[in-house]
């Protein structure tokens, strides 16, 4: 079955700066990869998703992300966050050996400090 | 539309009585998720409806728990009987289908068994 791994449990930053949040995933045929964010007390929203075609994707708040299928990787990238970008984010790939199913990752929580 | 609703918010109920959680997905949406978060192993798929059929209960952790979906509109989840290992935000979920679907999370049931 795929899976993804996200390695930053937490990542804390400064207003304005920049930010990237990191995520691979296991290689496979095809692959499907998306963002969901989780603000406090809330169910997740999705970000953004790639499916095919371009490999750079965005949201409408200034979120990135580069599917990079030599480094397995889809890492979310902000190049300058405000103090309500504090949430926690899931990378989540959809498992296509079997029932279809989104696999998520264990979360980053994003912390932006004033 | 109003959205995934979920009922209770909020549950606190003794070890070893029942619980019922209950969730509305969006109308037109033929597939409904049912996922446990907690701290310690983060957010996890116990089972996955397509047109009212369960397409994957790998995730259900024990016969403790049960799901139905009786119509398009209506699914629970059942706790019998519960213990406090049990605590966490159960969310459930919808997408126009089985595949690579935005899902639509609702806000999620906090259940505290004492």
């Known amino acids: 079955a795929q899976s993804v791994t996200q390695l930053d449990s937490q990542v804390p930053v400064f207003e304005e700066a920049p930010v990237e949040l990191r995520c691979n995933y296991s290689?496979?045929?095809?692959?499907?990869l998306f963002w969901y964010v989780q603000y406090p007390n809330q169910g997740l929203q999705l970000l953004l998703k790639y499916l095919s075609g371009s490999t750079l994707v965005e949201s409408i708040n200034g979120f990135e992300a580069e599917f990079n299928k030599s480094q397995t990787s889809f890492h979310l990238r902000k190049p300058s966050v405000h103090i309500s970008d504090t949430a926690e984010y899931f990378c989540?790939?959809?498992?296509?050996?079997?029932?279809?199913?989104?696999?998520f990752g264990t979360g980053t929580r994003l912390k932006v400090l004033a | 539309d109003a959205g995934v609703i979920q009922s209770p918010r909020h549950e606190v109920t003794e070890m070893g009585q029942e619980v019922t959680l209950r969730c509305k997905p969006i109308s037109g949406h033929n597939s409904l998720f049912w996922y446990r978060q907690t701290m310690m192993r983060g957010l996890e798929l116990l089972i996955y409806?397509?047109?009212?059929?369960?397409?994957?209960d790998s995730g259900m952790p024990e016969d403790r728990f049960s799901a139905k979906m009786p119509n398009a509109s209506f699914s629970t989840l059942k706790i019998q009987p519960s213990e406090p290992r049990d605590s966490a935000v159960y969310f459930c979920?919808?997408?126009?289908?089985?595949?690579?679907?935005?899902?639509?999370f609702g806000p999620g049931t906090r259940l505290t068994v004492t």
């Open positions: 409806f397509n047109n009212n059929v369960p397409i994957d």
């Open positions: 989540a790939v959809i498992d296509t050996s079997g029932t279809y199913k989104y696999i």
């Open positions: 290689s496979s045929v095809s692959v499907y």
């Open positions: 979920a919808s997408s126009l289908g089985q595949g690579v679907y935005e899902q639509y």
